[in-house]
């Protein structure tokens, strides 16, 4: 397992792009309405717009690339651990899972689908 993004949520991108595009002088390798993502070396780090009734302003989420989501469900389901939704399949090439931390942050993971 290793850390593939560090993803700040916020309701407003624009001060955020301000911030690591402009005065910090990071450089976009992906860029969209609802998401940029900077190369920061070894984990990107990742800007997402949240709506208003969106959990997930409160500050970050971790993303992290493993090679089997359902083994990984099976075992943190044995520790007790429940995701916040069944394993899914997305259209930017992952199956994914997500949980909630101790702090309320946001906690995914995720496996490349086979091409």
């Known amino acids: 397992m290793k850390l593939g993004f560090v993803i700040l949520f ?11 595009k ?3 002088g990071f ?3 992906a860029e969209h309405a609802e998401w940029v993502e900077f190369d920061t070396g070894p984990a990107k780090l990742a800007l997402h ?3 208003p009734n969106d959990l997930e302003t409160r500050g970050l989420g971790l993303f992290f690339a493993v090679d ?3 083994a990984l469900v099976r075992r943190l389901e044995a520790q007790g651990l429940a995701p916040k939704a069944p394993p ?4 930017f090439g992952f199956r994914t899972v997500a949980y909630t931390d101790p702090l309320g942050n946001q906690v995914e993971f995720g496996e490349p689908l086979a091409p």
Do not use: K, T
């Open 22 to 24: 402009e005065a910090v």
């Open 27 to 29: 450089r976009a390798c």
């Open 68 to 70: 089997d989501v359902d």
């Open 10 to 20: 916020a309701r407003d991108l624009e001060p955020l792009l301000a911030f690591y």
């Open 88 to 91: 899914v399949d997305q259209d």
């Open 49 to 51: 717009a949240a709506g």
